[in-house]
C-alpha cells in the first residue's frame, strides 16, 4: 500500500461466557486492507493475528460464525478482524458471533436488526458458571455425600 487510504469499519463487542470479543468489518473496495501487519482481502477472518480456521478449527465452529453473514447475506462483503479474550474456545466462538451480529446491526439497523433477533444472535447468553458455595462439595451444585450408618 503506498498511498494512505482511510480505513473505516464497524466495531462492536461481543460476549459469552467469561469471554469477550471485540470485532471489527472493515469496508473494503477492490484493494485489501491492513490490519495489525497483515493484508486482509474481502471475506478474510482473522482472530487474535491468526486466520479463524486455524483459531476455530472443525466444520460446526466454521459454519456458526459464518451464519450471522449467511442470514444477512453478507457473506465475503468485509474484511473482520477479531480479538478475542478470556474463557475457553466454546466461550469465544459464542463471544465472536454476538460481536459479529452486533457489527453487522451497525451497518444497517433497520434491514438486519430483525433477521439477527429472529435467528437469536443478537441476545447475549446470560448463562455463566455459578460460584462454588461454602459448605458444598467442590463444586457450585455438588453435595456431601451423606452417611448411611
Known sequence: MSEEQKVSY???????KESTARVRLYVVGDASVAVAGQSL??????????KVEQYFPGEVAQKMYLEPFR????????AVSVKAVGGGLSGQLGA???????????????KFRPILK?????????????????????????????PKR
Open 10 to 16: 464497524y466495531e462492536a463487542v461481543g460476549r459469552r
Open 41 to 50: 482481502e474481502k471475506g478474510a477472518m482473522v482472530v487474535n493475528g491468526r
Open 71 to 78: 442470514t444477512t447475506n453478507t457473506l465475503n462483503r468485509f
Open 96 to 110: 465472536v458471533i454476538h460481536g459479529i451480529s452486533r457489527a453487522l446491526e451497525k451497518v444497517d439497523r433497520e
Open 118 to 146: 429472529k435467528r437469536g444472535f443478537m441476545t447475549r447468553d446470560p448463562r455463566a458458571k455459578q460460584r462454588r458455595k461454602a459448605g458444598y462439595a467442590g463444586k457450585a451444585r455438588a453435595r456431601k455425600q451423606s
